[in-house]
């Protein structure tokens, strides 16, 4: 498995270099094994959720009802004249989510706002420090930024000055999340190069040897080798 | 009554909404909307396991129609074969279906996303000029970052990571937050239009 | 200078190389480096060290840090399997701690991939190759493992735990298990709760029952997660391989986050070098054109 690890991880790096079977190899291993694991795992969830729990004891439980039939009404995305089942069921499961999640935003601007406004005048009682100057350039920051999305259409010109500051305060949030991407990113690369070097047994040969297989096809290109026969397009 | 069964979904739809917006607000909670609530979160492995499916489904057609991708497809229908195998015969918890699936899937997730950083750091050194004063400023802010998110900023002198963690908290943290805000009011703005049947929400 | 600008940077492949190139050396040779503590991680640390008061609505919650059973609730639900690489000393560190301090934990998975990132990297070294018959199964720890449905979840073990989900991630009824007994409804039993990259707690927990939140995420979670911390909802965060090196300081808990620091400060070395020198070398250009 370590072996198989290591194929994986660095296989998918090899298309930097270019399209290869390699790389293909992985991308194909990747999404079919998931594809099965999500299938078995939401069988078991299922399974533990809902079979479990539908006969208790001997005596049906009467709420484990409505999954069972939303499930199988799920399954009529197979059955194109009953599709319209499937719609509604699917409607039915995005609206009951955004039920749930809808007064998240409203409950969310008026905890955020309501912290940042108060915050924002610590200074006064606190005194100025980094810390108190900083929650008032977050509260004036914030309002800036919203008034960026929210003032469009007629209201854009009366409030062009702070839209355009409002973008100044999104172009500082892109560059400091770009770069932090970036330097996280590349500690999951690092953390595989450690695994190699560090784990039992060894993999950091992988890596090496996909690299001068790359080097020689860079001079010598390998389709060669095998001949256009059995070519695979890309 | 034409137009409520042209748009039933979105009309059942809103019913389920109402529902769970009553049970949001109230304590304990209406126990019907319980049950419901409780019951399309249990069904929730239906539509992600049907979603696997599907796709097992595209890759069964290409081996069918004898697509030019036809190893890789085969590859594809194989792993996925073997995977539910593996768990329907040795159960969801068998160590094998488990390490596989790390092993293959985890890491090759992973491998992708890391590759991110390479798609970052690349367009940095080719393309990052000063052409323009913002995209001066976007350089130094970068630099400013890269500073603070390694110890050479503290190496050089400590105001520097100071100065960039004052950025990155007080700043971006409130830019983050009117981006989050602006989105969920945007999708406030939208089920508003659903309710008044302007939008249609209408899945494949 | 000449010599710069004989390197075609056009061809991507010279910085593949060389990125490749200060990885390999910086795992190598891992040397130790200053680490700046962030305010957010002296907090993390401090609130699992001495505890915090948290005070949204009345009466105020008073978490006394973590000690000999202390129930604290991890959900692993953002997006740990891609950011595992970004988290892992973290959130090993840290796990360590909360065992040593003889804490209570309940973990729960919101995805597949999470799971088997967690059941693959962090728990057989903690618990063992077969986590269920550890002497802690039960006990000290319980795994719910993958269950399906984010925040409506969140929402609904508010209230009671085992009405939702009744059985853990082997199959074992949560009823049986002495370390439920007194686990089950979260706004009220959970002591304490860390996200690992999580969202949606503010709401759910913070703001409507005092529970204190602590996060874990990957080194660009904080550009979204500090809106929580600045605004008082978390009590603290650690984010990414620096994070963890913090925690290891702060708490005294040997781990290997050293040798990613040196990889971010070569990465950061030469990214700034290079901006510094193309971008002097374009406005030269310009100059001379002009």
């Known amino acids: 498995m370590p072996y198989l690890n290591t194929f994986i991880f660095f296989a998918a790096y090899t298309v930097l270099y270019k399209n290869n079977p390699m790389y293909r190899i992985a991308q194909s291993l990747v999404v079919g094994v998931g594809a099965g694991y999500l299938l078995v795992a939401n069988i078991d969830a299922f399974n533990r959720g809902v079979i479990m729990n539908t006969f208790v004891n001997g005596n049906i439980n009467w709420a484990m009802l409505l999954p069972w039939i939303m499930g199988l009404a799920y399954l009529c995305i197979f059955v194109p004249k009953l599709i319209n089942v499937y719609r509604a069921v699917s409607i039915l499961t995005l609206t009951v989510g955004m039920g749930v999640v809808l007064p998240y935003g409203p409950a969310l601007f008026w905890t955020v706002t309501v912290g940042y406004a108060q915050n924002a005048l610590n200074f006064m009682s606190e005194g100025l420090s980094v810390s108190t100057a900083g929650q008032f350039l977050t509260a004036v920051c914030y309002a800036l930024a919203l008034s960026y999305f929210f003032f469009t259409d007629y209201a854009a010109k009366p409030t062009t000055v702070f839209r355009k500051l409002g973008r100044v305060v999104l172009l500082v949030y892109t560059a400091m999340t770009i770069t932090t991407t970036a330097l996280g990113k590349i500690n999951l690369l690092q953390w595989k190069v450690l695994d190699t070097l560090q784990g039992v047994p060894a993999t950091w040969w992988i890596p090496a040897l996909m690299f001068i297989v790359m080097l020689i096809d860079n001079f010598y290109p390998l389709r060669n080798l095998i001949g256009k026969g059995s070519e695979v397009s890309s | ?204 | 200078m000449n010599e710069m600008s004989k390197i075609n940077w056009k061809d991507t492949r010279l910085i593949y190389i060389m990125v490749f190139g200060i990885i390999y050396i910086s795992s190598l040779a891992p040397i130790a480096l200053p680490v700046p503590i962030v305010q957010w991680s002296k907090d993390f640390y401090a609130t699992i060290n001495e505890g915090v008061t948290v005070d949204f609505v009345d009466p105020p919650r008073e978490f006394g840090g973590v000690e000999e059973g202390t129930r604290v609730f991890i959900l692993n639900s953002g997006e740990t399997s891609k950011l595992w690489g970004d988290m892992s000393e973290a959130v090993i560190t840290v796990w360590k701690d909360l065992r040593a301090r003889g804490a209570n934990i309940l973990l729960w998975s919101s995805s597949p991939d999470n799971e088997a990132t967690l059941n693959k990297y962090l728990l057989p070294l903690m618990y063992g190759a077969n986590v269920q018959n550890h002497p802690d199964y039960g006990v000290k720890f319980v795994n719910l493992g993958y269950v399906a449905g984010g925040n409506q979840l969140l929402e609904q073990w508010k209230d009671d735990l085992i009405a939702i989900t009744p059985y853990d991630a082997y199959g074992n009824s949560l009823a049986d298990m002495p370390m439920i007994s007194n686990f089950n409804e979260m706004k009220v039993d959970a002591d304490l709760m860390i996200g690992l990259d999580a969202r949606g707690l503010e709401t759910i927990y913070v703001v409507r029952y005092n529970t204190p939140v602590l996060e874990m995420g990957g080194t660009d979670s904080a550009s979204y997660l500090a809106l929580s911390y600045t605004a008082g909802y978390f009590q603290g965060m650690i984010m990414g391989q620096r994070g963890g090196a913090e925690y290891e300081l702060l708490s005294g808990i040997p781990g290997k986050a050293m040798s990613y620091l040196q990889n971010a400060f070569t990465i950061s070395t030469v990214m700034v070098i290079l901006m510094i020198v193309t971008n002097v070398q374009y406005v030269l250009k310009k100059k001379e054109e002009n």
């Open chain 2, 1 to 204: 009554m034409d137009q409520i069964m042209a748009n039933l979904p979105t009309v059942l739809g809103l019913i389920g909404m109402f529902i769970l917006a009553s049970l949001y607000w109230t304590d304990p909670g209406w126990s019907f909307a319980v049950t419901l609530r409780n019951s399309v979160t249990l069904s929730l492995p239906w539509p992600v396991g049907i979603v696997s499916v599907l796709l097992i489904r595209r890759h069964v057609r290409n081996i069918m129609r004898g697509e030019s991708t036809l190893p890789y497809d085969v590859i594809v229908v194989g792993a996925a074969i073997l995977m539910v195998v593996l768990g329907l015969v040795s159960g969801p918890t068998d160590v094998t279906l488990k390490a596989i699936y790390a092993n293959v899937n985890i890491i090759g997730t992973m491998s992708v996303i890391s590759a991110i950083a390479i798609s970052i750091l690349s367009p940095m050194i080719r393309i990052y000029r000063a052409k323009t004063w913002t995209m001066a400023f976007l350089i130094g802010l970068s630099i400013l970052a890269f500073m603070t998110y390694s110890p050479l900023g503290q190496m050089i002198h400590p105001i520097i990571p100071q100065l960039g963690d004052f950025v990155q908290i007080y700043i971006s943290g409130a830019s983050d937050s009117a981006f989050w805000i602006s989105t969920y009011i945007g999708a406030i703005a939208l089920i508003t239009r659903m309710i008044l049947l302007k939008e249609k929400l209408k899945p494949n």
